[in-house]
């Protein structure tokens, strides 16, 4: 019996929301061990080029996984198992010439990367990069059978796949904290300390593969072939969807490495980042994969049918859910940055001075998040639709323009000295990448409007307009009410504090919402019941 759009979106939630749980007890570990410290901020750089190719091939909501659900869906068992054997040759073959070539260019590709980083950093990184070299052939196995599972109706395992990862990791840098004190060497600490987190990170993106095969063999769609047995055509038409959609995505992806390149001078700033978005990334992952995970199958089957009316219904009810959810917590995020990073990071070699950059870039990100979710279910209506070149080339100007609004709000801290009479720190990069979702949301809207009639821009940009007002008047409530609240100092006390001023704003944002009649609230609010109290 097929399964309801709810029924999987609580499946999708509840193996996100884990995996989420999973990663952020993984920050915890790693805050309270690295801090903003050598090991970690290496790492990150180490990781852009790995993560690239993990985020944009082997990521639940990545483009390779995007294009196999809607590829996959209309075909049987046999059709699939050859299909999918095909893919994964060509695709395979590819991603391990591109491994090699990263192991043996590691110190090249960090000096790239990060030109103005200490010696230090570059060595660790470098090492660091050596062992995670594999995890870029590992990302198309990765995209491939999560993108089948998810189009023959599994979905709770690629959605907690990345617990196994989480949990790795926090076993090898407990491990490692537990047991820091033994060396006095800093640097020799820093090294085998990052080379731990990178040797876990590897070990922890193969058991998110291997545990998929048990279920691909259950479905009939797992074989170990050599050979290219698909017509050319269904291959020619994979190409033709996966390769845009992946640059495309890939564009947001060198935006971070961009990001990375202009921050390599501020001392900490690659783990201060990381610290903030994982933050920001935990709640609107669950979100995301929520909507867009049971939308994407939805907008391709109305997208068959050519049932025009129904699907742009789906379009704003996904504009809403996204803009509601991802406004509200933007603001709980920007009135409440500070005692969110205490909660979440203030304990070992996280010190003051984490805290407070951190709390900064926490605020830059909350004012960017509708942005981020809206750009997101944009580009999958697109996908929808079987159109990746429009996301691909709105997604080229990103890129350029992302590199001018880095150089310019961070010009005093760039690798070639002083640029620009504007210096936000390391806050400029957010803010940066927030202009730039925005402005993408802007012509893929003009792009959508364009292609589909009836779409009512001018609805969908006043309803969003409210929103933001709500949000700005949500967030406001959320800092009085936490000011008010007295309870003496302490983690609980904290943390009720927190959720007291959450829960109340959340009822204000939801009232305030009625009042000004905005659209599909009430989807709103059951889509808040399923995924939150149902969980």
């Not at 068992?77 to 010439?97: H, Y």
């Not at 845009?244 to 700033?269: C, E, H, R, T």
């Not at 990334?281 to 391709?300: E, M, R, T």
């Not at 390391?426 to 993408?440: D, E, P």
Request: include cysteine; charge should be positive.
């Amino acid at each position: 019996m097929p399964k309801s759009i709810k029924e999987i979106a609580f499946v999708v939630s509840l193996g996100t929301l884990l995996s989420k749980f999973g990663g952020m007890a993984r920050q915890l570990v790693i805050a309270g061990t690295f801090g903003i410290g050598a090991a970690y901020d290496a790492y990150n750089y180490a990781y852009i080029i790995p993560g690239f190719f993990l985020v944009l091939l082997g990521g639940i909501n990545g483009p390779l996984h995007n294009s196999m659900v809607t590829l996959l869906a209309e075909k049987n068992k046999l059709e699939s198992r050859l299909f999918i054997s095909s893919i994964n040759n060509i695709l395979s073959l590819i991603l391990l010439i591109i491994s090699f070539f990263i192991f043996f260019s590691s110190d090249l590709l960090i000096h790239l990367v990060g030109p103005s980083l200490t010696p230090e950093i570059k060595e660790i990184a470098s090492y660091q990069l050596k062992i995670m070299s594999p995890i870029i052939f590992l990302s198309g196995l990765l995209g491939i059978s999560l993108g089948s599972l998810n189009a023959k109706k599994n979905f709770f395992i690629p959605s907690i796949s990345p617990l196994l990862s989480s949990l790795i990791i926090i076993m090898a840098v407990s491990n490692f904290w537990i047991n820091k004190e033994n060396s006095a060497d800093i640097y020799e600490l820093n090294l085998r300390g990052g080379i731990i987190l990178a040797r876990a990170t590897f070990i922890g993106a193969l058991s998110q593969y291997l545990v998929q095969i048990p279920f691909l063999i259950k479905k009939g769609i797992f074989t170990i072939s050599f050979s290219i047995k698909t017509k050319y055509s269904e291959v020619k038409r994979a190409w033709r969807m996966i390769v845009p959609a992946s640059l495309s995505s890939g564009m947001m992806q060198v935006n971070v490495l961009i990001d990375l390149f202009f921050a390599s001078k501020i001392v900490g700033a690659a783990a201060a980042l990381s610290y903030a978005n994982f933050l920001v990334q935990a709640p609107l992952g669950i979100i995301s994969n929520s909507i867009l995970l049971p939308l994407l199958p939805v907008f391709v089957s109305l997208r068959a049918r050519e049932n025009h009316l129904k699907l742009i219904k789906k379009i704003h009810q996904g504009i809403i859910i996204s803009s509601s959810s991802m406004v509200f917590l933007g603001s709980i995020f920007i009135s409440l940055s500070a005692p969110i990073v205490i909660l979440i990071y203030g304990r070992g070699s996280f010190n003051q001075n984490a805290i407070d950059i951190v709390s900064q870039l926490l605020i830059a990100y909350g004012i960017g998040m509708p942005f981020y979710l809206l750009r997101d279910l944009l580009v999958r209506v697109f996908y929808g639709i079987e159109d990746s070149k429009t996301p691909f080339r709105i997604s080229i100007i990103a890129i350029l323009l992302n590199l001018f609004f880095d150089w310019f709000l961070i010009g005093g801290k760039s690798p070639w000295g002083e640029l620009s009479p504007i210096d936000l720190g390391v806050n400029g990069l957010v803010y940066s990448t927030t202009f730039v979702n925005f402005f993408a949301c802007i012509l893929l809207l003009l792009k959508l409007n364009n292609k589909l009639n009836n779409l009512k821009l001018s609805k969908i940009v006043s309803q969003n307009f409210k929103i933001i007002l709500i949000g700005c008047i949500t967030g406001i409530s959320s800092l009085f009410i936490f000011k008010i609240i007295y309870l003496p100092y302490g983690f609980i006390n904290l943390l009720l504090r927190i959720l007291i001023s959450s829960g109340i704003s959340l009822l204000i944002f939801y009232y305030l919402a009625i009042i000004l009649k905005i659209d599909d609230i009430d989807n709103f609010k059951k889509f808040l019941k399923e995924k939150f109290i149902r969980l």
